[in-house]
Every structure is written in structure tokens, then in C-alpha cells.
């Protein structure tokens, strides 16, 4: 048995990492419990980085203090690194567990769970490697560098996300949201503007007043309101309402609605697409599924490869381009226009 285990610990030195292996137990069985406090006078922000274990962070405005309580889950007693302390006009918070290559059947890693309480009007910067994020009740900025576990957040302002994995939850955000994730679905109901990197999972977004720049990989899309939209999609069906100016969307493929806005502009390889009640012009460029355009009070232009196309109500209608499929169209104002 020694001369298989020694090569592979050979390779693992000399890739530079420092590997513990536990002959004992392969589970942290070791708990311990910590508390630490600053006062919060003078301070604008708390910096705080940990590489495993849930997080719950609330803000009050009935705290001068920032308390970290701590339950700690290691294999020995002070294999763990937990500390607060004040770096100018911010705190930094540490709390990092001794990571353990084990072998055999794991029931427990090391891990300090968190409940932090600080002043709802300091900023907050977050670094943290896995396990479940949870905030509630700031009011100032919040940033978060995350590689994997759900995070849920109520209320902040300004709010930046670069996230590896795991569903993101925002409510009751009132500044800008930028947001770059791997994967898990994204639910964010509030906030000013977005801009969003996805590659993959559902997103359902409501509640933004401003401006919406989406970038997504795969995964369904649901949105009600906003100002103008921007958005580039590989694939999955897509439902827009209530967005109050212009509509541009690169669609690869899956079913795209939209209801309402001014001018409208879709790109889409492949999928159906239904476009009702928009306020300005149409304009889409569609290679496979089937059209249907009700009620716009503008103009209307379409290049289509293939499928059934249906107007109903428009300005005018102009079709630079009809493959295949059927054309069936009423109330059009001024017109139709057929070139081939």
C-alpha cells in the first residue's frame, strides 16, 4: 500500500500544495464556538472573506457594534483562523477553516458558520468560497465574490455579484445591479438598472425602473418592467412585459412573447414569436417559427426564412423576405408591401 500512496504524494508537493491527512476521523467533529465584536464608530464598510460555511448577515439601526458569532467545525481544535479588526475606516473580518484532503466516507468538512449584525448603514464587501449567503436589512452597497451556494439578499443599494454557482435571490434593492454568474436561476424583484452575465439557469426579473443589459447562455427568461432592454440570448423561451421604451433582442433559440413597448427589434435564429401592443415600430429578422405581430401602432417589417406569419393591426407592413410558410394579415393601415 505505501508505494501507491507515496507517488501520489509526491506529485501533490511538488504542485506546491500542502496537503493534511487525517488518519483519525475524516469528519470535523471538532466544534467550537466564537464570538467577536468592534465598535462601528468611524467606520464605512466592512470587509469580510471566508472560504467555507453558511453566512447570515443583518443589518440594524439599533447597533453601533459588529458582532461575528461563530460555529466552527474542524478536525483539531485551532486549525481555524477567526478575526475581526479595524483597517483604517474599515473592519476586516477573517474566518477560514484549515483545509483537509481525507480519505474515506465524509459526513462533515471543515466549516465556520456565521451570523454577522452590523450597522445597517455600512457598505459590504464579501469574498467567500462555498456555503449559503444571506443578507437582510442593509442599506448601503454591497459586493460579492462568491464561488459556490445560494445567496439571498433584502435590501442594499448598489449591488455587484460574480458568482460561480447557485441560485441568486435580490428583493427590495434600490441602486444598480451588476451581476455575473455561472449557473443557478436568478430571481430579482427592485433595483435601478441591471446588467446581467448568465450561462446558465432561469432568471426572473421584475421591479427594475431603469435600464436592463442581459447576456445569457441558456436557461428561461421572465420579465415585467423596466425602461429599455437589451438582450442577447443562446437558448430558451423567452416572456417580455410591460417594459416601458425600446426592446432589441439576439435570440439563438426557444419560443420569445413580448407584450408592449416602443420600438421592438428581434433577431432569432428559431422558435415562435408572438409580439403584441407596442407603442413604436417592428422590426424582426427571424429564421424558423412561426410570427404573430398584434395591435402595434407602428410600422412593421419582417425578414423570415420560414413559418406562418400573422399581423393584426399595424401602421403598415412591410415583408423583405418570405421563404416558406403562409402570410395572413388585417388592419393594416396604410398597406402591405411584399418584396422577394
Keep these: 500500500m505505501l508505494k501507491h500512496i507515496t507517488p501520489l504524494l509526491s506529485a501533490i508537493v511538488l504542485s506546491g500544495c500542502v496537503v493534511h491527512i487525517n488518519t483519525a476521523s475524516a469528519d470535523a467533529n471538532v466544534h467550537v464556538q466564537r464570538q467577536l465584536q468592534l465598535s462601528a464608530n468611524n467606520l464605512k464598510s466592512l470587509s469580510?472573506?471566508?472560504?467555507?460555511?453558511d453566512i447570515k448577515i443583518i443589518g440594524s439601526s439599533a447597533t453601533t457594534e459588529i458582532t461575528a458569532n461563530a460555529d466552527i467545525y474542524t478536525h483539531e481544535p485551532n486549525q481555524f483562523v477567526f478575526t475581526l479588526e479595524q483597517q483604517g475606516d474599515s473592519a476586516e473580518l477573517i474566518a477560514e477553516v484549515d483545509s483537509h484532503v481525507s480519505f474515506g466516507f465524509v459526513t462533515s468538512t471543515p466549516?465556520?458558520?456565521?451570523?454577522?449584525?452590523?450597522?445597517?448603514?455600512l457598505a459590504l464587501a464579501l469574498q467567500d468560497s462555498s456555503g449559503h449567503i444571506t443578507i437582510n436589512g442593509l442599506n448601503a452597497d454591497i459586493s460579492i465574490e462568491d464561488?459556490?451556494?445560494?445567496?439571498a439578499i433584502n435590501g442594499g443599494k448598489n449591488i455587484s455579484i460574480d458568482d460561480d454557482s447557485g441560485s441568486i435571490m435580490?428583493?427590495?434593492?434600490t441602486g444598480?445591479?451588476?451581476?455575473?454568474?455561472?449557473?443557478?436561476?436568478?430571481?430579482?424583484?427592485?433595483?435601478?438598472?441591471?446588467?446581467l452575465t448568465d450561462d446558465s439557469g432561469d432568471i426572473t426579473l421584475s421591479g427594475i425602473a431603469g435600464d436592463m443589459t442581459i447576456k445569457d447562455g441558456s436557461g428561461s427568461i421572465s420579465l415585467m418592467g423596466g425602461q429599455n432592454l437589451n438582450l442577447h440570448d443562446d437558448s430558451g423561451n423567452i416572456s417580455i412585459s410591460g417594459v416601458k421604451g425600446s426592446i432589441f433582442i439576439v435570440d439563438g433559440s426557444g419560443n420569445l412573447n413580448v407584450d408592449g413597448g416602443q420600438d421592438v427589434t428581434v433577431r432569432d435564429d428559431s422558435g415562435?414569436?408572438?409580439?403584441?401592443?407596442?407603442?413604436?415600430?417592428?422590426?424582426?429578422?427571424?429564421?424558423?417559427?412561426?410570427?404573430?405581430?398584434?395591435?402595434?401602432q407602428g410600422n412593421v417589417t419582417i425578414n423570415d426564412d420560414a413559418g406562418d406569419i400573422y399581423v393584426d393591426g399595424a401602421q403598415s407592413l412591410t415583408i423583405e423576405s418570405d421563404t416558406s410558410g403562409g402570410l395572413h394579415v388585417d388592419k393594416i393601415k396604410q398597406g402591405v408591401k411584399v418584396q422577394q
Design 48 to 53: 469580510a472573506r471566508a472560504n467555507a460555511g
Design 111 to 121: 466549516r465556520i458558520d456565521m451570523t454577522i449584525t452590523m450597522p445597517n448603514h
Design 147 to 151: 464561488g459556490s451556494g445560494d445567496i
Design 170 to 173: 435580490l428583493n427590495n434593492t
Design 176 to 195: 444598480t445591479l451588476e451581476i455575473e454568474d455561472g449557473s443557478g436561476d436568478i430571481s430579482i424583484n427592485g433595483g435601478q438598472r441591471l446588467t
Design 272 to 296: 415562435n414569436i408572438q409580439i403584441a401592443n407596442t407603442k413604436g415600430d417592428v422590426s424582426i429578422n427571424d429564421g424558423s417559427g412561426d410570427l404573430r405581430v398584434n395591435n402595434a
